[in-house]
């Protein structure tokens, strides 16, 4: 499963009550797509709604939700964007429990 497949948008840490898509990745300090997991199971046909994920990258204060993680967005676009920290997982608890890394754009199932 590509990054790209997953409806991915740039976002914008402004203030405590403004954060938001933009266009260019230079203007952005966070991502927000389609949770992978989520799109997994529907496109194995279970009936489940998808939800969304944003990550942050470090310069997002942690008083900003979602918490704890942070993660240095690295690529040049969707397509070879790589997430990374100390273990460049992505784990979500509750719910779907996704458990994931981006490596060059690529989903890749933990």
Same mark, same amino acid.
């Given at each position: ?8 948008? $740039?976002?914008? $840490? /402004?203030?405590?009550?403004?954060? &938001?898509? /933009? ?7 966070? *991502? ?5 997991? %989520? ?8 009936? *489940?709604?998808? &939800?969304?994920?944003? %990550?942050?990258?470090?310069? /997002? ?5 979602? *918490? ?21 997982? /992505? ?7 996704? &458990?994931? %890394? *981006? ?8």
């Amino acid at each position: 499963m590509r990054l790209s497949d997953l409806k991915p948008e $740039y976002w914008q $840490y /402004v203030s405590e009550t403004e954060q &938001h898509a /933009v266009i260019k990745k230079d203007d952005a300090n966070g *991502i927000m797509f389609l949770c992978p997991e %989520c799109t997994r199971r529907k496109l194995n046909g279970e009936k *489940i709604h998808v &939800h969304s994920i944003l %990550c942050w990258n470090p310069s /997002v204060p942690q008083t900003i939700l979602p *918490i704890p993680g942070r993660w240095n967005i690295l690529g040049d676009n969707f397509e070879d964007l790589t997430l990374q920290n100390g273990s460049s997982s /992505v784990a979500l608890t509750g719910a779907c429990n996704a &458990h994931f %890394c *981006i490596k060059n754009g690529e989903i890749i199932f933990c």
